[in-house]
């Protein structure tokens, strides 16, 4: 063709090109919206008030372990065959073995058995020394329709550096309104009183 008495060659779209570059943008992510940020989930326990409490008592907490493999701050989740995946977008906001230290520390306080409970680090001489192992943290999705949040302990009772007690408890709370932090924290509290309410200790 000409134009103004120059011969112009016409130039036909390369869609080939474009495609590529459409692959290009898709891949680079330029086009689509950025991947969900993690969800953070606590597990608590408020202090409450109890008249049981041995005042002139004092327990140390030892250590706090979590099997695997729920020793993750990625949620275990439970599938329907029974096994076990984790969930990168709902996660616990530390490790388990730190995020259940304060609760425990507050439900063993708050059961009356033991009295005032230390933390680990405390330099405060005491006879009784709480250790804690966690074998389940995770959320059960087996039963269709049902999310079940779900925690199984063992506590032992060292007194004098001689194992007194194993105290075993399990928990469980529904997880019906979304809210993990309350399902956990709920079936953690009751774990610990079930293996409480087997304690010979005065």
């Avoid at 979590?66 to 709902?90: E, H, L, Q, T, W």
């Amino acid at each position: 063709m000409k134009i103004g008495g120059w011969k112009v060659r016409s130039v036909k779209p390369n869609f080939t090109f474009y495609i590529l570059n459409l692959a290009f943008a898709l891949a680079s992510g330029c086009l689509v919206s950025a991947p969900p940020q993690p969800k953070s989930w606590v597990v608590s326990a408020p202090r409450k008030p109890s008249l049981e409490v041995n005042v002139t008592k004092v327990a140390r907490l030892g250590s706090l372990s979590v099997a695997a493999p729920y020793d993750k701050p990625a949620m275990a989740v439970r599938r329907k065959d029974g096994s076990i995946a984790f969930d990168a977008y709902n996660v616990f906001a530390t490790s388990p073995s730190s995020l259940l230290r304060a609760p425990l520390a507050t439900l063993l306080g708050d059961g009356g058995h033991f009295g005032r409970i230390l933390p680990s680090s405390s330099t405060a001489r005491t006879g009784t020394t709480v250790e804690a192992v966690v074998n389940d943290l995770s959320l059960d999705c087996r039963e269709e329709g049902r999310r079940i949040a779900r925690v199984s302990l063992s506590l032992a009772v060292v007194e004098n550096r001689e194992v007194k007690e194993f105290l075993d408890g399990d928990g469980e709370a529904d997880v019906a309104d979304g809210d993990y932090s309350a399902a956990f924290s709920a079936a953690f509290e009751k774990a610990v009183s079930m293996a409480l309410a087997g304690a010979s200790l005065p």
